[in-house]
């Protein structure tokens, strides 16, 4: 091919910005609570973001990716390799630029909704529009309304839970102490099912349901045990605290948030990368041995340009995104940010085993919405709300459009 070259370079430059959006708008979504509750700093939540996405991308991210996210449209329908190559590098471009928009903004946006959107875009008027599937598009949009919803209920739930039998009693650190190993037990248990259902799930483990389970139980005991032992030495500093700020309560759920957060951003990592890498593996296959596939292997060397690209992404805009769902929502406290976490670790469990096509960045906003609702409503900054889910309705057509564009602007180069 004679601009084979030419291609894998370009597909290597925008698989980094795409990669870099990633990690500056979807990054912040696990850190966020983390942040905004006061558990860690910034700088902290990016180092420890950086390591767990960067491992989760290069250790779990599989072997073969999907060369069009989702199954979104058709690989095969292309007219020719050099058509889909056009799509491809459009569409992580198109994307790149919208996530670059939406973090400046502080929107927290779906990254894979932004890359299905480009792909609408460029099969449309690449390929047309019997190549697109478009059952998984309306099943992508009715996410954006089951996504939230889910995980602001379970969130209110627990937050009204952790109200009723700890933070407003008599006795609130004494209560965190005999109720908090339960609420450890079921951190454990989620995020082990988190992990193995969704983290490890391209190592292909081929573990029985019941094993997952067992696994599972076994890690959400282990975490109750040593968290009750750490539970009980924490002590109340001064009847100020004890009065007013509930400080022994905080210190117990604030490593709690810190955890399920890292465990989010490595399941993240393994995941939401093929987001980025998925058109640039497509890209490199089809330029080197001209084959049109549904799959595309995966080198190492891709799998750490992606991980590369989302820890700098996070480290140089994440905090904007950061600031909008740890700050701007609702005022978030570790036991509210604890919650919240629970709430959308619990969500990604129940779509990965019902396969509904959910988003983590919906499912996060939804969660901390429903820690505040817990609240009551004056508890919620609605302006925030109305600017996030705009940017959620605009994110499929805009990057459909981008993509478009772009598609045309490279076949009129290098047609």
């Known amino acids: 091919m004679e601009f084979a070259t030419v291609f894998i370079v370009l597909a290597i430059i925008f698989g980094l910005y795409m990669t870099w959006g990633i990690g500056a708008n979807d990054v912040a979504n696990a850190m966020g609570t983390s942040v905004g509750s006061g558990a860690i ?31 979104i449209i058709d690989a095969s329908a292309a007219p020719s390799p050099e058509i889909l190559i056009f799509g491809m590098l459009a569409a992580l471009l198109a994307a790149g630029v919208w996530l670059m928009v939406a973090s400046y903004f502080g929107w927290p946006v779906s990254t894979t909704h932004t890359i299905v959107g480009s792909l609408i875009g460029f099969g449309v008027v690449g390929m047309g529009a019997n190549a697109v599937d478009w059952g998984k598009v309306s099943g992508i949009v009715a996410s954006w309304l089951i996504s939230p919803l889910l995980s602001a ?18 006795a ?44 599972a139980l076994l890690v959400g005991l282990a975490v109750a045990l040593v968290g009750r032992t750490l539970i009980r030495k924490i002590q109340v500093e001064s009847d100020a605290e004890r009065e007013f700020h509930y400080a022994g309560v905080e210190k117990v759920f604030a490593p709690l948030c810190v955890f399920t957060a890292c465990s989010m951003a490595f399941a ?35 799998l750490l340009l992606g991980g590369g690209g989302i820890v700098v992404g996070l480290a140089t805009m994440g905090y904007r995104v950061m600031k909008t769902i740890g700050t701007k929502i609702t005022e978030l ?11 959308a670790a619990s969500t990604v469990v129940i779509a990965s085993r019902l396969a509904l096509p959910v988003s983590t960045t919906h499912i ?35 990057g459909a459009a981008l993509a478009a564009f772009f598609f045309f602007f490279l076949k009129g180069v290098f047609g």
């Open 364 to 398: 996060i906003v939804g969660a901390v919405l429903g820690v505040g609702l817990a609240r009551g409503i004056a508890a919620i900054d609605l302006r925030v709300i109305a600017g996030i889910v705009m940017s959620w309705l605009m994110t499929l057509p805009i």
């Open 268 to 302: 993240h990592g393994s995941n939401d990368v093929a987001n980025g890498i998925g058109p640039l593996a497509a890209v490199v296959s089809i330029a080197t041995t001209g084959d049109v596939s549904q799959q595309s292997p995966l080198p190492i060397w891709i």
């Open 172 to 215: 609130p650190l004494e209560n965190a102490k005999r109720y908090g190993p339960i609420y450890v037990f079921f951190m454990g248990f989620l995020i082990a099912l988190v992990t193995l259902f969704k983290g490890l799930k391209h190592l292909n483990l081929d573990l029985a349901e019941w094993q997952t389970l067992a696994i």
């Open 333 to 343: 406290t570790p036991s509210r940010g604890f919650c919240a976490e629970l709430a």
């Open 41 to 71: 700093t910034v700088r902290k939540a990016i180092l420890i973001a950086a390591i767990f996405e960067f491992t989760g991308a290069v250790m779990a991210g599989g072997h073969v990716t999907s060369t069009i996210r989702k199954g």
């Open 153 to 170: 209920t379970l969130a209110f739930l627990l937050t009204v839970s952790l109200r009723r039998f700890i933070l407003d009693t008599d």
